[in-house]
Structures are given as C-alpha cells and as structure tokens.
C-alpha cells in the first residue's frame, strides 16, 4: 500500500532482488485486487507449490531482463511476464480476502478503510466517517467487524498507532511534534493514548528499536 515501508529487523542472511513497478503496467483486475487488501488483517501463507511457481516465474523475468533491450520484442516478452508474475502474486493475495455473505459489507469495510487512510489525521471517531458513508454507526461497525473480526474504534486506533510508530521509527521528531502531527494538540495524551495501545510508551519504542 502507499506509505508501506519495510525493514528488516536483526541480521539477514542471503541474496535477493527488488522489482518496482510502474502502475501503468498493472492490469486494472489485479490492480483491484491490491486495493483491497486493507480487508486482509493476517499475512497469507504460501504453499510449496506457489513458493516455486513464483520462483520460476521470477527466475525467468530476471533472466529476461538482463538479456533484453528496451525496445523490440524482448520488452514486450518482459512486460508480459511482468504481468504474469503480478497476476500470480494477486491471485494469491486474493484467497486472503474475507468470505462474506454479505458483499455490501465487504463494499463498506472496503470503502470505510480507504477514507480511514486519507483522514486518520483528523477523523477520529466512528460516527464520523458512517456519516461520510451515509450510513449509521451502528451498521458501520456490523460491517467492519463482520469482515475484519475487529470494530471500527479498533481499526481507528490501530492506523494512528501504525502511523506513529512509522514516525517515531523513521523520522528524528519528537513526540510532541508527532502527536500534533497525527492530530492531537495534547501530546500528554497522545502519549498515554499510545502506550495502552502498543503497550509501551512513545520513548521507549523508540530507544528499542534504534538504541
């Protein structure tokens, strides 16, 4: 999602590659499918068998990228495995996505979530954004709770403290400047605010992972 940033955590052995896409080269199926995966609470697990189909498909476009130029047929064969390979990786992500009986509810959930991304800064309570749905708060939380097995409070809660934790991780800021960067004036009680959430305070999250 946009803003993910990714950091690994100890020390890793081993070799890897990086492949960033343009989004003009995703197809709008797929590129649906990754809208959505705010819906998905859990890390997916992969099979073996998706493990090496993904392996090889990725072996091939790496391949095909170092003997390619970047025009003629060569780049029109990378492309398409490049779309292949993302297709596969969609089709995947989409056996996460919750099984609803009720599809209005996975719309709201959806919808609900994409708005709590834009407005976490300043929308803070349910009824806030079921009014943004046109719809109660009462059914709003029905439908989030339905699809993520969380309420709508919880989901508020958990964007801000991930966002803060993003901060405090990545920037030099300080608490205070955080709190009214996530939008609260009273940073004492952002602070206690953070702590009951993640269980430790602003500070010393901070001191753990970069002291």
């Not at 003997?67 to 292949?84: A, E, F, M, P």
Request: glycine share 6%; hydrophobic share 40%; with cysteine.
């Amino acid at each position: 999602m946009p803003g993910q940033v990714h950091s690994p955590i100890g020390e890793v052995k081993g070799d890897g590659w990086v492949l960033a896409v343009e989004s003009v080269f995703v197809k709008n199926e797929y590129k649906d499918v990754f809208e959505k995966m705010p819906l998905v609470n859990d890390s997916i697990e992969l099979n073996e068998s998706e493990v090496e189909d993904l392996r090889n498909c990725a072996s091939i476009l790496h391949k095909q990228l170092l003997k390619s130029g970047k025009q003629g047929i060569g780049q029109i064969v990378v492309l398409d495995l490049l779309s292949s390979y993302i297709g596969m990786i969609a089709d995947i992500y989409q056996r996460g996505f919750p099984v609803s009986a009720n599809n209005r509810y996975a719309d709201i959930t959806f919808r609900f979530k994409s708005l709590l991304s834009a407005n976490y800064q300043s929308v803070k309570r349910p009824s806030q954004y079921a009014s943004k749905l046109n719809i109660s708060s009462v059914y709003l939380n029905e439908a989030v709770k339905s699809t993520t097995g969380i309420s709508t409070s919880d989901c508020i809660r958990d964007e801000i403290i991930i966002q803060a934790k993003r901060l405090l991780f990545y920037t030099k800021i300080s608490v205070k400047e955080i709190a009214q960067e996530l939008g609260y004036e009273d940073w004492a009680y952002f602070t206690r605010f953070f702590t009951k959430a993640a269980g430790i305070s602003p500070s010393h999250f901070r001191k753990q992972y970069l002291e």
